[in-house]
T-cell receptor, first 112, second 119 residues
């Protein structure tokens, strides 16, 4: 079935470092892909999305490109801040009702 | 923007009792809501799809008699954990889609979750 695989965390970075969180997927067809973020003590929020191959989603300095050939949707940010510390989930839409299937989540900790 | 309200945010109950969790869409109608369960340091596992006016669709391995879902109106879905046991302790999250904004492709909005602890 459809699934999402994320790199294991935690990822610990210094402020202003470059961030990459890998995400690959297995799916039939070409699903829409998403990154969600969960800040401490808060619910999930949509960070960005891409609905077709070669689309680039971007928001708050984060970017991810839908790569059909490698079935990947890696999340990147050029310069992370302490406020980016959170858990990041890669997800795809699957099946009837377009339900979301999530990866395991990657915890990011950014230190000053 | 669209808001999904989940209540309670946390609950502690004794083993053998039942607990009801509510999920409300505050400013939109949600014909479909989704219930997830999140284990510590793990991903969100989809439990079931809740459909207004009809039976919920459960994912494989989820006990429908254990996790009762009711979606009686376009703005409210409830999850009842029946005869709770310590292994049911988890973080439960609901989500809903504002269908009028784009049908099945409209974005999902998430509640803040309910922390259930069964003693």
């Amino acid at each position: 079935g459809n699934s999402v695989t994320q790199m294991e965390g935690p990822v610990t970075l210094s402020e202003e470092a470059f961030l990459t969180i890998n995400c690959t997927y297995t799916a039939t067809g070409y699903p829409s892909l998403f990154w969600y973020v969960q800040y401490p003590g808060e619910g999930l929020q949509l960070l960005l999305k891409a609905t077709k191959a070669d689309d680039k989603g971007s928001n708050k300095g984060f970017e991810a490109t839908y790569r059909k050939e490698t079935t990947s949707f890696h999340l990147e940010k050029g310069s992370v801040q302490v406020s980016d510390s959170a858990v990041y989930f890669c997800a795809l839409v699957s099946g009837g009702y377009n339900k979301l299937i999530f990866g395991a989540g990657t915890r990011l900790a950014v230190h000053p | 923007g669209a808001v999904v309200s989940q209540h309670p945010s946390w609950v502690i109950c004794k083993s053998g009792t039942s607990v009801k969790i509510e999920c409300r869409s505050l400013d939109f109608q949600a014909t479909t809501m989704f219930w997830y369960r999140q284990f510590p340091k793990q991903s969100l596992m989809l439990m079931a799809t809740s459909n207004e006016g009809s039976k919920a669709t459960y994912e494989q391995g989820v006990e429908k008699d254990k996790f009762l879902i009711n979606h009686a109106s376009l703005t409210l879905s409830t999850l009842t954990v029946t005869s709770a046991h310590p292994e049911d302790s988890s973080f439960y999250i609901c989500s809903a889609r504002d269908w009028e904004l784009g049908g099945d492709n409209s974005p999902l909005h998430f509640g803040n979750g309910t922390r259930l602890t069964v003693t």
